[in-house]
Structure formats: structure tokens, C-alpha cells
């Protein structure tokens, strides 16, 4: 349980940098 959580929060915070990366 504790892995799924931590790679979603994983997952989570790649897809908010190439968001950002995608912004500049």
C-alpha cells in the first residue's frame, strides 16, 4: 500500500514538473 501511495504521489509531482517544464 505504502509503494502505490508513494508512486502515485511519484506520478504526481513528474506530472506537475513536466507541466511546469511544458509552461516555460
Do not use: C, E, R
Amino acid at each position: 500500500v505504502t509503494n502505490i501511495q508513494q508512486l502515485l504521489d511519484l506520478s504526481k509531482f513528474y506530472g506537475l514538473s513536466a507541466i511546469t517544464n511544458f509552461a516555460q
